[in-house]
Antibody, heavy 118, light 107 residues
Framework: QVQLQESGPGLVKPSETLSLTCTVS????????WTWIRQPPGKGLEWIGY???????NYNPSLKSRVTMSVDTSRNQFSLNLSSVTAADTAVYYC????????????WGQGTMVTVSS | AIWMTQSPSSLSASTGDRVTIACRTS??????LAWYQQKPGKAPKLLIY???TLQSGVPSRFSGSGSGTDFTLTISGLQYEDFASYYC?????????FGQGTKVEIK
């Protein structure tokens, strides 16, 4: 079955760029929508944005100026870059899949904890 | 952005109880609503989509209802493995938004 696995540095310095990758196994990245969501420790869920395999995307306005997403169909991966991070960006970051733009997030990765600290 | 308000924020219940969690949205979202279950240290898991459709593999004791701005998640006959946090989420418009969560604890 399809599985998602997030990867990337667990520690990022303030003002630097957080870079994460989600690797899709057991299925193809084409024809699906791919989303990043985060959850600060002990808090709720925040949608970061999505990207379709073709390149169309939509980002949360609260993060839009700092977010870039990309899809690499040859590697079956999609990525998140979040620039100029602060301690407020400390969170568990999840990738998720949905089958349509207006669909729920049906498959989630296990999440990866990112701490912003010097 | 559409605001999502869940109630209660937490509740205590016993196995076998019927539990109801409410989710209210700040504007009409038709039935573009999902419910997720999250256990400590784990990723959220999709339970229900389009307000009332059970995701494949989810036990039938879970049910959802509502449309417009008022929605409900019901667990009929709470099981030990159901003690977790539950989140509603709208996918009617951008940005996608979640409720603040409801923690279901053992009484």
């Amino acid at each position: 079955q399809v599985q998602l696995q997030e990867s990337g540095p667990g520690l990022v310095k303030p003002s630097e760029t957080l870079s994460l990758t989600c690797t899709v196994s057991g299925g193809y990245i084409r024809s699906y929508y791919w989303t990043w969501i985060r959850q600060p420790p002990g808090k709720g869920l925040e949608w970061i944005g999505y990207m379709f395999y073709s390149g169309s995307a939509n980002y949360n306005p609260s993060l839009k100026s700092r977010v870039t997403m990309s899809v690499d169909t040859s590697r079956n991966q999609f990525s998140l870059n979040l620039s100029s991070v602060t301690a407020a960006d400390t969170a568990v970051y999840y990738c998720a899949r949905h089958i349509g733009e207006f669909e729920a997030f049906e498959i989630w990765g296990q999440g990866t904890m990112v701490t912003v600290s010097s | 952005a559409i605001w999502m308000t869940q109630s209660p924020s937490s509740l205590s219940a016993s196995t076998g109880d019927r539990v109801t969690i409410a989710c209210r949205t700040s504007q009409d979202i038709s039935t573009y609503l999902a419910w997720y279950q999250q256990k400590p240290g784990k990723a959220p898991k999709l339970l229900i989509y389009t307000a009332s459709t059970l995701q494949s593999g989810v036990p039938s004791r879970f049910s959802g209802s509502g449309s417009g701005t008022d929605f409900t998640l019901t667990i009929s006959g709470l099981q030990y493995e159901d003690f977790a946090s539950y989140y509603c989420q709208q996918y009617y418009s951008y940005p996608r938004t979640f409720g603040q969560g409801t923690k279901v604890e053992i009484k």
